[in-house]
């Protein structure tokens, strides 16, 4: 949107907007602010007034370029760099695939094959995962156990499952992210990630298949008076991105519908997400779709967590995307507001089409029998700083689970310390059937969740067509790198 078109916007609709103004605090705060991603209660989740915030309205959104497959096939190269970049519109030193951040999207379908060319062009290690694709663990799949050396170049080959195989949803939203033991906080927070799209039955959806779609990878990073980027900066200080923009405009008509792909790629950051004026009608978590439309007034989204959203644009107007404060009674974790996107209505009113209601239904594993039950402890000890899994703090040789291949498990998640954390497991996705001791009505599988500080999650997975070590870990990135993280291995 260019000055002429803003001013005549701000005019019209009678209020005296400028550029540094964005409106905020419009988002109810109700049971909805208890619910996590995937529509589950959270029992010690902070409710919070809806707070404004201010940012400068920055250009258009734009997205990252999309790169397709054809014939069954993609071929990707990426140059892991640190070196120069663009973020925010300023020119910064920072981590990223082929020197933008964030990386080329790639999109695919079930039965393709991804071929990943990775180069390490940096002075420290580095590899590759897909977070959340259910593709095997081993060779040069999706291998965290790979360390790609400075200089190195690795050939990675990911086959992308058929639909429906062993009766999972295979299409979604994923992304791809480096997964180097004491290095990914570093580099993911820099700007090393991309989307990764898999289309599918929930595309071709009425009330889906035919609205505009947007792609937001939100990034939180920031940069010294030189422009080089700081590792693990103070929440106070810190800088959200938007597909490496600061405070994007994105444009809607009075009554549009579009479809938001919403990636939290960040390496420590919560998104309590909100819009002002706007209910966020969700149809995915991570890559599964919900079994029905699920509006949402926020929602709490960790890092590694991605969401589906339907946004029908409102009135002529300006409204703040940010993030709502979250974790005030959290001594360490505490995030104040935080100013993301502004929306912009303008343009010929319309009424909006009607919302889809169900979409698209999930095996419920609270019917299913249990194989085996297991019990986890994530927990923090001081002088020295440790987080560690049972006590022990990550080793890459020792196997910590062993599954048999094509079970059925239940693992309790305990969390014994004052901060939450992200459990995330790769290859297969899991259903949360219990938080604090509350049952769950699910709306989806995932592959990402919350543990609350003091609490305890349970989950239920099968370990399904792949055998192989492969990790779960905190998806807090520093806590990945300082060791929360336990190897499981998959046998026949």
């Known amino acids: 949107m260019n000055e002429v078109t803003f001013d005549r916007l701000t005019r019209r609709i009678g209020r005296a907007m400028t550029r540094r103004q964005i409106l905020g605090g419009g988002a109810g705060i109700g049971e909805a602010s208890l619910l ?24 258009s959104l734009t997205e990252p370029p999309v790169l397709r497959s054809a014939d069954g096939r993609l071929n990707v190269t990426l140059e892991a760099q640190f070196g120069p970049a663009t973020m925010g519109g300023r020119a910064v030193t920072t981590y990223t695939f082929n020197g933008h951040a964030p990386g080329p999207t790639l999109r695919l379908l079930p039965g393709d094959s991804l071929g990943v060319t990775l180069t390490n062009q940096m002075d420290q290690p580095t590899n590759l995962h897909t977070h959340g694709l259910h593709v095997s663990p081993a060779g040069n799949s999706d291998n965290v156990f790979v360390h790609l050396m400075p200089g190195e170049t690795f050939s990675y080959e990911y086959a992308i499952p058929q ?68 590792s693990f900066p103070k929440m106070d200080v810190i800088a959200i991105f938007v597909n490496g923009q600061s405070h994007p405009a994105i444009e809607i008509a009075p009554g549009e519908t579009q479809r938001w792909r919403i990636i939290n790629a960040s390496a420590f950051t919560f998104f309590n997400l909100a819009l002002d004026g706007h209910q966020l009608h969700q149809i995915a978590s991570d890559a599964n779709p919900l079994r029905e439309v699920l509006s949402r007034d926020q929602i709490l989204m960790a890092p590694g967590e991605r969401v589906e959203v339907l946004i029908q644009g409102g009135p002529e107007g300006v409204y703040a995307l940010q993030s709502l404060p979250w974790g005030v009674d959290l001594e360490f974790q505490a995030q104040p507001a935080i100013p993301i996107a502004s929306l912009i209505s303008s343009g010929p009113v319309d009424l909006p089409d009607p919302l889809p209601t169900t979409l698209i239904e999930f095996e419920d594993l609270r019917e299913t029998t249990i194989d085996k039950r297991r019990e986890l402890i994530f927990s923090e000890e001081m002088k020295p700083f440790e987080v560690l899994v049972d006590g022990h703090t990550f080793d890459e040789d020792r196997i ?32 949360v059937v219990e938080i604090n001791g509350e049952p769950v009505d699910a709306y989806s599988w995932e592959d990402t969740t919350p543990i609350p500080a003091f609490g305890e999650i349970v989950i239920r997975s099968r370990f399904l067509d792949f055998p192989g070590k492969f990790v779960y870990h905190c998806h807090l990135l520093d806590h990945e790198d300082q060791g929360m993280m336990g190897v499981v291995e998959v046998v026949a």
């Open 36 to 59: 996590t991603a995937a529509g589950r209660r959270v029992v010690s989740a902070q409710q919070q007034p809806a707070t404004p915030v201010s940012a400068e309205v920055g250009a």
């Open 163 to 230: 639909d429906g195989t062993s009766g999972l949803y295979i299409p979604g939203l994923y992304w791809y992210h480096p997964h180097m033991h004491g290095y990914s906080s570093d580099q993911v927070s820099g700007g090393m990630a991309g989307a990764l799209i898999v289309e599918g039955a929930l595309d071709a959806l009425p009330g889906i298949r035919d609205v505009p779609e947007r792609l937001l990878v939100l990034q939180a990073t920031q940069f010294d008076d030189d422009g080089v980027m700081i």
């Open 400 to 431: 910590d689970q062993t599954v048999k291949l094509g079970a059925t498990e239940e693992w309790l998640l305990r969390n014994t310390s004052p901060d939450w954390h992200p459990f995330h497991i790769h290859v297969n996705d899991f259903q």
